[in-house]
């Protein structure tokens, strides 16, 4: 089973969205915050990281940073989620330098196509 | 009106020009009034000066003349008492050519004399200089008239002069002075005879000519004697004075009068009447006057000169102050000012982090300095509105996808079954959620547009592969509502330079438009025709079209026409407005035909270099 790390601050979505990764088959890890994310990101290793850009302390971009910084870290999958849009903010350009392999707008997105990214991304067949 | 006409072009001119004219006008000014001032203070100190110069002069001059015609008189004098013509008047002899050469000797030696003669009693001219005898005739005193008066006079005993003559023996005006010979070694003095001289008159006329100006000397009479003006000696004791009055009050004043008479010598503002008082002349009665005048340019000649040299010589200096204030101008005040204006520029065109360069402390560098604080300002106040625009969209797209997902995994099927009307309402929620959060996106660039926060990224760009996204997207709605697509653009790659966001947002407003106002069979098509350097993108639909009252409010915000309200059909009435203020963004233009219920299309022209090839 795939494990896939959510690290988002708002409780809603974070379970919302787990839950339906759960229904998928996968094994969410939901975390509420930055330090958090790392902490559980080095210790458990997961295949896929979603991670929010908009968190109190450490933000998404410092997350990033800190796990492209690491062995493990520089190679793992990670998928933006934000409502931030691409073209007002300086820290999306900067995020991008890090090499997310993914970057979308929830707001723009069906939970499905979310799914189906994730799917490829991992390279699971439908 | 002339004033107004110039006082507007003044100000129309650079302030470089403005200060070079000030100053050259200031300078001019200067000089001419400094000349102008000079000119008209010196010229009465000159002409006094010149006055008192011309009065020492005819003094002179009077004095010279003078002497000149007193030492002939003593020459004759002389002469007279020389034993060897007394002998040979008296007694004759032998020795004539020696006694014409020592006589000749005389005439060179005390001159100037035109002859000198020894007569004796009988009137038989004896010895004479040499110059003369080649031109007289006759050898008898009493065939020149002029001379017999003052012979006649000598024989008598008196030492004899004349008043100026027409002619001598020369033909040239004279003056004849005659003194007696004695015989010695005779009882009771006898005169044996006389020496007669006819002066020769240039001499006079040199010592006029030393003067400058005009000199003229004339007699009691008022008759020309001589003068310094005119070769030939034709108007001697012909001219007269020209104002008998002045004349009269010349002779009566006895003495050296200052006259200014433009009348008698026109363009001398001086004239000097000397009377001729001391010596010889005055005593024997013959009163001549000397009468001068010097000609007003000739005394301010070496003024003007002096003036002339004096603004050529300013003018270098002046040359040098005006470039020297032109060079601080331009350093201190004009090339400050001009940086500061093109710092201003960069500003206004969008580059905030431009700051003015602050050197110092005087006026111009505070003003930099103040305008970095208001940039400064400006700079954060544009911060701010970034700020806004993110964090607004940010905080109410949170929600909005949080709602959007959980409506979407309720109307999946993990989360159990729903009966109809369950997800009839769901579904509600789900579309209402839709709209909010197409909302947000439309305000969050109409916010763009309004605040010029809309960046550009200009890249190659796909327009073909564009619109085939945003048809699959529109698929759905095409085919429900039956509409035929047609296509008039070559399905070969179109690549122009834009950027890819703001273009798709451009080609979905216009697009869903399409679809949203169009009849269920209706048609949509689709033209794009490159040209030179622009591309020209068209949209036609065959829906309602758009009233005429409608044309310019179409464009504006939250505006929805009637037409497409009675449709009942989604819309923030925002979509044309963004459409429009992006596709400017591009800098390209917009704009549509509409027919009444044929349809319409819209057309968007767009500035690209762009590729055309298959």
Known sequence: MKKILIIEDETDLLEVLADRLAFEGFGPIKCKNGENGLLVAFRERPDLILLDIVMPGLDGLQVLKKLRADDWGKGVPVIILTNLSATDEKIVKSILEYRPIFYLVKSDWKIDDVVKKVKEVLGIGN | ?614
């Open chain 2, 1 to 614: 009106m002339v004033i107004l006409r110039s006082r507007s072009a003044f100000n129309g001119m650079k302030l470089l020009t403005k200060i070079f004219i000030i100053i050259i006008s200031a300078g001019v000014i200067s000089i001419m009034s400094l000349f102008v001032l000079t000119y008209f203070s010196i010229r009465p100190v000159l002409t006094d000066a010149t006055g008192e110069n011309l009065l020492f002069l005819t003094k002179e001059t009077v004095n010279k003349i003078d002497r000149l015609l007193y030492d002939r008189y003593l020459d004759v004098s002389i002469i007279a008492q020389e034993e060897i013509f007394a002998n040979h008047l008296a007694y004759g002899g032998d020795d004539r050519n020696r006694l014409n050469k020592k006589l000749e000797e005389m005439t060179l030696s005390s001159g100037p004399w035109d002859a000198l003669l020894a007569v004796n009693r009988k009137g038989e001219i004896k010895i004479s200089s040499f110059s003369v005898l080649d031109k007289i005739n006759s050898k008898n005193i009493k065939d020149y008239p002029e001379n017999l008066v003052a012979f006649e006079k000598a024989i008598s005993g008196q030492p004899y002069y004349s008043d100026v003559l027409k002619t001598g023996y020369s033909g040239k005006p004279t003056i004849i002075f005659a003194a007696p010979v004695y015989a010695r070694n005779e009882p009771g003095r006898l005169i044996a005879g006389a020496i007669i001289g006819n002066f020769a008159w240039g001499a006079v006329k040199d010592i006029l000519n030393d003067l400058p100006g005009h000199a003229e000397l004339y007699n009691r009479e008022g008759y020309l004697v001589a003068c310094n003006q005119s070769e030939d000696d034709s108007e001697i004791l012909s001219k007269q004075f020209q104002s008998p009055e002045l004349l009269d009050k010349i002779l009566s004043s006895g003495h050296n009068l200052k006259i200014a008479d433009d009348d008698v010598y026109p363009n001398a503002k001086i004239l000097e009447a000397s009377v001729l008082q001391s010596g010889f002349l005055s005593f024997k009665g013959l009163n001549w006057f000397l009468s001068y005048g010097l000609p007003t340019e000739k005394i301010l000649a070496p003024s003007n000169r002096t003036a002339l040299k004096l603004s050529l010589l300013i003018l270098p200096i002046m040359l040098g102050i005006f470039g020297t204030i032109l060079f601080f101008g331009y350093f201190f005040v004009i090339r400050p000012v001009r940086r500061l204006t093109e710092t201003t520029r960069a500003i206004t065109a969008g580059n905030l982090k431009t700051r003015a360069r602050v050197h110092g402390h005087d006026e111009i560098n505070e003003l930099a300095h103040s305008f970095n604080e208001m940039v400064d300002k400006l700079e954060s106040l544009d911060e701010a509105k970034t700020d806004f625009i993110s964090t607004a969209s940010h905080q109410l797209r949170t929600p909005l996808s949080t709602t959007n997902w959980s409506a979407e995994m309720l109307l999946g099927n993990q989360l159990g079954r729903l009966n109809e009307r369950q997800v009839e309402y769901l579904k509600r929620i789900y579309r209402n959620n839709q709209r909010m959060i197409k909302l947000v996106g439309d305000l969050l660039n109409v916010s763009r547009i309004e605040l010029g926060k809309l960046a550009l990224t200009l890249k190659p760009v796909n327009l073909v592969s564009i619109i085939k996204s945003v048809l699959d997207e529109l698929d759905e709605s095409i085919k429900r509502q039956n509409l035929k697509l047609r296509k008039k653009y070559s399905s070969g790659h179109l690549i122009i330079e834009s950027d890819p966001d703001i273009l798709r947002i451009i080609v979905v407003n216009l697009l869903s438009n399409a679809v949203k106002y169009n009849q269920p069979g209706g048609e949509i098509q689709i033209k794009i025709e490159p040209t030179d350097g622009r591309i020209l993108f068209e949209v036609s639909d065959t829906g309602q079209g758009i009233a005429k009252s409608d044309r310019e409010k179409i464009w504006t915000k939250f505006f929805r026409a009637k037409e497409a309200l009675a449709r009942e059909t989604d819309g923030t009435g925002l979509g044309l407005y963004i459409t429009k203020g992006m596709v400017e963004r591009l800098g390209g233009r917009i704009w549509f035909e509409s027919k009444k219920g044929k349809g319409s299309t819209f057309f968007v022209e767009l500035p690209v270099n762009n590729k055309y090839h298959e």
